[in-house]
């Protein structure tokens, strides 16, 4: 049986306005961090009832953020995940609602991106040798042109492309983590090209 193939979606105006939501993006976190998982065991990390957990989780899915798993839980207990292949905002949309969506959760991305990069600052130094060998932090002042900046965006994402396949790859055969090679963690990539200064008017470009 053929496996079947994801790809990166692009959220248009009513999935933005919909994701927009404290409670989903934190489901959505939940559920990147710890894998699949059911709205009564999503409730009990959230301290929320399930009927409202159910709920959130059928939003989500129904702009194909999520799916249930196949084949895990019983009966009529559904496990979600993530949908692999991820998803990316696109560009800014007209519609001012969407629009202001799309603000809420680009400023909620550098929250969790703050989080992240604090969290593993203060797990270092109690982690396995061979995982603080193949971390690493990385920061570059370049002067590009806006072609020159693309290229490099578009080439970074092309490896990122490949590798974010091999585990999606792993996700949809091995949902249950414990079926996993044991040695596999989970791995955050922060990757930005920002071009600071570009927004300056022409009485400023020469400030230090």
């Given amino acids: 049986?053929?496996?079947?193939?994801?790809?990166?979606?692009?959220?248009?105006?009513?999935?933005?306005?919909?994701?927009?939501?404290?409670?989903?993006?934190?489901?959505?976190?939940l559920l990147d961090e710890h894998g699949p998982s059911t709205a009564t065991k999503l409730a009990a990390l959230l301290g929320q009832n399930t009927g409202a957990t159910s709920y959130h989780l059928r939003e989500l899915a129904g702009h194909g953020m999520i799916e249930v798993v196949?084949?895990?839980?019983?009966?009529?207990?559904?496990?979600?995940?993530?949908t692999p292949g991820g998803f990316s905002y696109g560009e800014p949309p007209s519609d001012p609602e969407a629009a202001g969506a799309m603000e809420f959760l680009l400023d909620d991305?550098?929250?969790?991106?703050?989080?992240?990069?604090?969290?593993?600052?203060?797990?270092?130094?109690?982690?396995?040798?061979?995982?603080?060998?193949?971390?690493?932090?990385?920061?570059?002042?370049?002067?590009?042109?806006?072609?020159?900046?693309?290229?490099?965006?578009?080439?970074?994402?092309e490896?990122?492309?490949?590798?974010?396949?091999?585990?999606?790859?792993?996700e949809v055969e091995s949902p249950d983590s414990r079926d996993r090679d044991p040695s596999m963690g989970r791995v955050i990539i922060h990757f930005d090209v920002l071009p600071v200064g570009a927004g300056q008017g022409p009485a400023e470009e020469g400030t230090p």
């Fill in 1 to 29: 049986m053929q496996s079947k193939s994801y790809s990166a979606r692009t959220l248009d105006a009513r999935a933005l306005k919909s994701f927009a939501h404290p409670l989903r993006l934190r489901i959505y976190e």
């Fill in 70 to 82: 196949p084949g895990m839980g019983r009966g009529k207990e559904k496990y979600w995940r993530i």
């Fill in 109 to 157: 991305m550098v929250r969790q991106r703050g989080a992240e990069l604090a969290r593993w600052r203060e797990e270092e130094a109690r982690a396995p040798e061979e995982w603080v060998r193949a971390s690493g932090y990385g920061r570059r002042s370049l002067r590009l042109t806006p072609e020159e900046s693309a290229a490099l965006r578009d080439e970074v994402f």
């Fill in 159 to 170: 490896v990122l492309e490949r590798y974010r396949a091999l585990s999606d790859r792993r």
